[in-house]
C-alpha cells in the first residue's frame, strides 16, 4: 500500500515542475541583479536598487525595507496612490486679503494727480496774471495775433488840440479814449468804423473839434443808421449832410477815385473781405500821387495807416465809395 504521504510529497514535486515549465526565464541581467541583492555587503561596495516592472510603471525595490513593498522612481507618478487624493496647497507668504494698491502704486498715483492739479492751475492762473501785468506777447499767440496785439497798443488818435482843417487826424475806432463806450448795440471798438471815418472827413474838411468818434456815434445812433450793428451806407450821404457836409456815391473805379482826389475831395471806401477786414469795415483815402500809391486812413489798424497802398490792389476789395465837399 503506497505511502499516502509519499504521494502527497510527489505531487507537490510535479506542481512545481509544472509552474516551473510555464514561468519565463528571467534575463541575464535579471539572475545578476539577483545575485547582487542576495549577496553580502563588501567594504565600500553599495548595492544597486533592483528595477522591476509592474503594469507599466517603472518601481524601484530599495534594499533594506519590507520585501515586496515598492516606491514609484522618481519623475513618475503612481496614479492608484493619488488618485482620490488632494494635494494640501503649500502657505505663501502673502496669504491673506490682498491692499487694493501696493504701496508703489499708490505713490505713483498720487504724485501724477498733484502734477496735474499743478498744471491746470497753472493754466488758469497765467492768463490772469498777463492781464494784470499788460503783458498781450506771450509767445504761443499766432502771427496775427501778435499783429493785433501791436496794433492795439498803437492806437492812439491824434490829439484833439491838434486837429486843424486841411490836415487828415489819425483817429482809431480802439482808442482807449472811447473804445468801449456803447454804440450799435456793441461798443464804439468794435462797431464804430464808420462814424470814426466821418469824423476824420468832418476835421479835415471844416476843422471842428466837436464832432470826434464818441460823438459822431451818438449822431449816427440818434439818426437811427445802426440798428442792426453796423453802420448803413445812408450815413455817408444823409447823415453827413446833417453835420454840414456832402456825400456823393460813388463807383468805385480807377477813373472816378483818382478825379475825386486830385479835386481835394477825400473818399470813404466801404471795404469787402481782404487785406482790411474779414467782414467788412470803411476806410478813408486822403490823396494819391503820381505813381498812383494811396494814403490810407484805417480807423482800425495804426500799421496800414502808415503804409502806402496801390490804388488797383485796394479799388479791388472796395464795394463802393463816396467824396466827400463841405457844404456851402
Not at 475806432?173 to 469824423?199: E, L
Request: include cysteine; aromatic fraction near 6%; charge should be positive.
Amino acid at each position: 500500500m503506497p505511502d499516502r504521504r509519499g504521494r502527497s510529497d510527489e505531487a507537490a514535486r510535479r506542481a512545481v515542475r509544472l509552474t516551473r515549465f510555464h514561468r519565463s526565464e528571467p534575463s541575464a541581467a535579471a539572475r545578476s541583479d539577483n545575485r547582487e541583492a542576495r549577496s553580502p555587503n563588501r567594504a565600500g561596495h553599495t548595492p544597486r536598487p533592483r528595477a522591476a516592472c509592474d503594469g507599466g510603471r517603472r518601481l524601484l525595490e530599495h534594499p533594506g525595507e519590507t520585501r515586496g513593498v515598492r516606491k514609484p522612481v522618481a519623475g513618475t507618478r503612481d496614479h492608484r496612490a493619488d488618485r482620490h487624493t488632494v494635494r494640501a496647497r503649500q502657505p505663501h507668504a502673502h496669504d491673506g486679503p490682498r491692499p487694493l494698491f501696493h504701496a508703489r502704486s499708490l505713490a505713483a498715483l498720487t504724485v501724477f494727480i498733484l502734477l496735474a492739479l499743478s498744471l491746470g492751475l497753472g493754466m488758469l492762473l497765467y492768463p490772469s496774471a498777463e492781464r494784470r501785468c499788460g503783458r498781450t506777447d506771450t509767445g504761443e499767440q499766432s502771427k496775427e495775433d501778435d499783429r493785433r496785439s501791436l496794433e492795439d497798443d498803437l492806437m492812439i488818435s491824434t490829439p484833439r488840440s491838434q486837429w486843424r482843417q486841411g490836415e487828415m487826424p489819425h483817429l482809431y475806432q480802439g482808442d482807449i479814449m472811447w473804445c468801449d463806450k456803447p454804440y450799435a448795440g456793441g461798443t464804439i471798438g468794435k462797431n464804430g468804423c464808420g462814424p470814426t471815418c466821418v469824423a476824420m472827413i468832418c476835421i479835415y474838411l471844416t476843422g471842428r473839434t466837436d464832432l470826434g468818434p464818441l460823438e459822431m456815434c451818438a449822431v449816427a445812433d440818434a439818426g437811427g443808421y445802426a440798428p442792426t450793428g453796423a453802420t448803413e451806407w445812408a450815413f455817408m450821404t444823409k447823415g453827413a449832410r446833417a453835420i454840414g457836409l456832402s456825400g456823393t456815391e460813388m463807383r468805385p473805379t480807377r477813373a472816378g477815385v483818382t478825379a475825386a482826389l486830385n479835386s481835394g475831395h477825400p473818399l470813404i471806401l466801404s471795404m469787402g473781405v481782404g487785406d482790411f477786414t474779414t467782414v467788412g469795415h470803411f476806410i478813408v483815402v486822403e490823396s494819391i500821387d503820381e505813381r498812383g500809391m494811396l494814403t490810407i486812413h484805417d480807423p482800425n489798424s495804426s500799421i496800414r495807416s502808415t503804409q502806402r497802398w496801390g490804388i488797383v490792389e485796394v479799388l479791388r476789395q472796395a464795394d463802393m465809395a463816396w467824396s466827400f465837399s463841405k457844404l456851402d
